[in-house]
């Protein structure tokens, strides 16, 4: 447990204010969003559900929470205001797991739970209920009984975690909470159809889409075809938007169509930019998303862009300096400062003084050998894409570059990476 995180009981949370980081209010915190664990390991907080003003009640994944405190809830201002639908693996704070009657593992002594604690855990960028708040005795019709009240550990009660053998999604997804998306896409790939689809379909927006992106293309499009559209369209959005231009590309026409009037404005502005390109080029290839400065940003403002958690190493390894609009495309490009460069100079250093405006830079319809090319000649984890005007539309990251220089089937082999035994042993 991170030392030092806050820990906050649900209880303060009813009815509380969210706002934007602007400071406008966006709606009220109505309940919260939980997915449970195999044993006695806490629970995770997926979100919250958010009543806006027009009384629709949505769904804020904790992603994009910046804060809770005094008595408000901070968000990164990007909601998406499509209807809250509880999903099968998914338990809610205030109307499943209060007043709920558990047990007490050291006295097999039956409890009832008056209220929960979320704490974060800033190293994995994630939040748990970590703590129960109980009280022992039995309330009925016609007898209340006050008894004595404790605060345990969520591993000290038992009646709310999942079986430890269950065969459910709920339970499959538990069990493979802790592997990362290739390797659960791994996982998927080897299930049936029908096993496939339940557990996808059990997955938030997020993860699902963080394990589409390592699927072969067959299972992709047989996936996202099994979901609601509307739920497609959101897990296109949280797709990195290469990622989910490729996935479009190989739609029929009509489908693809349906689905970007289904997706935010930006976000499918994004996916259509990317999908005029050819697959296997440097405009095809690359994300929308780099990091972008003005040039009068400092060395403090860049590394915290970097730190960005939810950033691919690749494409926090540089920023990009580039005159005004800061989204892609953007004014005129100016060059490139690397992660080391950042880290050499103070924090109070424009960004301006310290670019390699002497880095090529790849042409948006460069073909994927020429892009290789790059990479290898300049040992670079990334590169720029600029247009003739001299705008930066996006970067290429070698882990696209390699996703199509090798064979269709490559997901399909096994590495091992034990060293050969030598001849003769």
Not at 31 to 44: E, I, K, Q, S, T
Not at 241 to 265: F, I, N
Not at 310 to 338: F, I, M, N, W
Request: hydrophobic letters at 40%.
């Amino acid at each position: 447990m991170a030392a030092g995180a806050p820990r906050i009981f649900v209880s303060h949370l009813a009815g509380v204010a969210v706002f934007d980081p602007n400071g406008d209010q966006v709606g009220r915190v109505r309940d919260l969003v939980a997915m449970l664990r195999v044993g006695r390991r806490p629970p995770r907080l997926l979100g919250l559900v958010v009543e806006l003003s027009t009384r629709r009640l949505i769904f804020l994944p904790m992603t994009r929470v910046i804060g809770i405190e005094s008595g408000q809830v901070i968000t990164t201002g990007v909601l998406n205001v499509r209807r809250f639908e509880q999903r099968p693996t998914e338990r809610l704070v205030f109307g499943e797991l209060l007043d709920r009657r558990v047990r007490l593992v050291d006295s097999d002594e039956e409890v009832t739970v008056l209220d929960v604690a979320i704490q974060h855990l800033p190293a994995r960028r994630d939040w748990e209920i970590d703590r129960v708040f109980v009280r022992k005795g039995r309330s009925g019709a016609f007898r209340r009984t006050k008894g004595e009240t404790l605060t345990v550990e969520w591993s000290a009660v038992t009646g709310f975690s999942l079986e430890e053998h269950g065969q459910g999604a709920e339970s499959l997804l538990a069990t493979f909470e802790q592997l990362r998306p290739a390797d659960l896409a791994n996982v998927l790939h080897h299930l049936s159809p029908k096993r496939r689809g339940e557990v996808a379909a059990a997955l938030d927006d997020d993860r699902l889409a963080d394990v589409l992106e390592e699927l072969p293309e067959d299972d992709q499009i047989e996936i996202l075809s099994k979901l609601k559209e509307e739920r497609a369209a959101d897990v296109l959005e949280a797709m990195d938007p290469d990622d989910a231009a490729d996935l479009l590309g190989e739609l029929p026409t009509e489908d693809v169509e349906r689905l970007l009037k289904l997706m935010q404005p930006d976000e499918a502005a994004d996916v259509r930019r990317l999908m005029a390109y050819e697959e296997k080029t440097a405009g095809g290839l690359m994300t929308t998303e780099p990091i972008v400065l003005r040039p009068d940003a400092t060395v403090a403002d860049a590394l915290a862009r970097v730190r960005n958690p939810d950033l691919s190493p690749a494409l926090a390894a540089q920023v990009y300096v580039c005159r005004p609009p800061d989204e892609t495309p953007t004014g005129k490009y100016l060059g490139t400062v690397h992660f080391q460069r950042l880290l050499r100079d103070p924090p109070y250093t424009l960004v301006s003084a310290l670019v390699d405006d002497d880095l090529q830079t790849l042409d948006p319809d460069a073909a994927l050998p020429i892009v290789a090319g790059f990479f290898a000649t300049y040992d670079m984890v990334a590169a720029p894409v600029v247009d003739e005007s001299g705008s930066l539309l996006g970067a290429v990251t070698v882990d696209d570059v390699l996703d199509h220089m090798l064979p269709e089937d490559w997901r399909e082999t096994e590495f091992h990476l034990e060293e050969e035994e030598p001849d003769g042993a």
